[in-house]
């Protein structure tokens, strides 16, 4: 899901470019094959761009950051060696700062990241906002976009959480290398797509990582931590009129899993050209000027009145396989969610909340952000997230 948020671009920074790119080989997990400088801002210059950029916040010291992009080796799906990218954010004169993953919304366009072009990415200009505050600031691409030619696994947790945390590692090897040293802390957050990513993150560490990562606090914001739940819902009304997330969702499920049944999921126009429109080469509203916005008129109505029927069992249990609820956090969480809003029903976080409370042996809450839309709280959101881990 998209977040909108109106952080203004200043133009007149002026901004270093290098085109060298540092080599590096031994490929392995999160080991770094190439990085590039994007910029290098001064303190000044981006005091001047959070004077007008209209966050309403306390941001205390701003220093220099320094911003650089990264690729490293992952693994794909099917567990084959491939490379992804991502942003990293470096605040200037700052000892042992800590570390922070922004886990970013959804994004249509591979090119469309902060690792291309920070200031075309909503968490790449947040990203630079975070560092001034004194955090090492992670952008992951994911696969599919930024470097990654594959196809966007889009909703998919466990190879969402794998390339975020080998990114992570991509990260902590390039400190090591360029003698910058981190504190202890490390924080998640991410909002829509970013939040369904950062509690997917924060399962797979808890599970399986507990010896390499310790968290300190991770805050999700508007996510579809509930994701068969959300599906359920919006097939049973049809009145939802984001028609690209549930072609997103199926077209990426479709790939995933190599169903071949686009053309059992969608009306006949638009199942031959889903796989063209998610491909990494279009931008969202281009993708929304060719799907119609009712579900009545992109979806196949058999699929959906055998879906409700609990025909499609294999649909529901990948569904449900990629759903967050039902483990056990021992990290402090706090949610963040907009209880208007229209693209990522709030009842998500509500569901997340209850399920995880039950759980677990830490603080799990939920802020709600009355009457908020899922455009309108995400700067509401962003603020009580910075607020909430300046307390740690």
């Not at 279009?282 to 699929?303: A, H, M, R, V, W």
């Not at 706090?334 to 997340?352: K, S, W």
Request: negative net charge; hydrophobic residues 40%; proline residues 5%.
């Amino acid at each position: 899901m998209k977040l909108k948020i109106q952080l203004i671009i200043l133009a007149t920074l002026s901004i270093c470019f290098w085109s060298c790119e540092d080599k590096i080989s031994d490929p392995e997990r999160g080991n770094i094959i190439s990085t590039t400088p994007i910029f290098t801002y001064q303190a000044g210059d981006i005091e001047t761009y959070l004077a007008i950029s209209g966050m309403d916040i306390q941001l205390g010291d701003i220093h220099g950051v320094e911003a650089v992009k990264i690729v490293y080796e992952t693994i794909d799906l099917h567990n084959n060696r491939t490379t992804a990218s991502g942003a990293f954010f470096l605040p200037l004169e700052v000892i042992d700062p800590p570390l922070l993953s922004l886990q970013h919304g959804t994004e249509t366009k591979r090119s469309q990241v902060a690792s291309v072009n920070p200031f075309n990415s909503v968490e790449g200009r947040l990203g630079l906002i975070l560092s001034a505050m004194g955090y090492c600031t992670a952008v992951p691409d994911y696969l599919g976009l930024g470097e990654s030619d594959l196809f966007h696994p889009y909703l998919h947790a466990k190879s969402t959480a794998t390339s975020v945390i080998d990114f992570l590692r991509a990260i902590r090897n390039y400190c090591d290398k360029n003698d910058i040293g981190l504190n202890e802390q490390l924080f998640l957050t991410g909002y829509s797509e970013g939040g369904y990513a950062t509690l997917a993150v924060h399962r797979e560490i808890e599970k399986f990582h507990t010896d390499e990562f310790q968290l300190t606090a991770v805050a999700p914001m508007a996510g579809p931590y509930n994701l068969a739940g959300t599906v359920d819902t919006i097939f049973t009304s049809l009145a939802y009129t984001n028609s690209i997330y549930p072609a997103f969702i199926l077209t990426a499920y479709n790939q995933i899993y190599g169903w071949d049944r686009l053309d059992d999921f969608f009306q006949p126009a638009y199942a031959t050209i889903l796989p063209g429109l998610f491909d990494g080469s279009k931008s969202y509203s281009e993708i929304g000027n060719q799907l119609p916005s009712l579900l009545t008129d992109l979806l196949n109505p058999i699929f959906v009145t055998d879906y409700l029927n609990g025909n499609e069992t294999i649909v529901r249990a990948t569904l449900e396989e990629n759903t967050l609820l039902d483990w056990s956090p021992t990290v402090p969480l706090r949610f963040f969610h907009g209880d208007a809003d229209e693209v990522v029903p709030y009842y998500n976080a509500v569901a997340v909340v209850q399920s995880l409370s039950a759980n677990s042996s830490t603080t799990v809450e939920l802020i709600t952000i009355e009457n908020g839309t899922h455009e309108t709280a995400g700067e509401a959101a962003i603020i009580g997230m910075i607020e909430w881990f300046a307390g740690f």
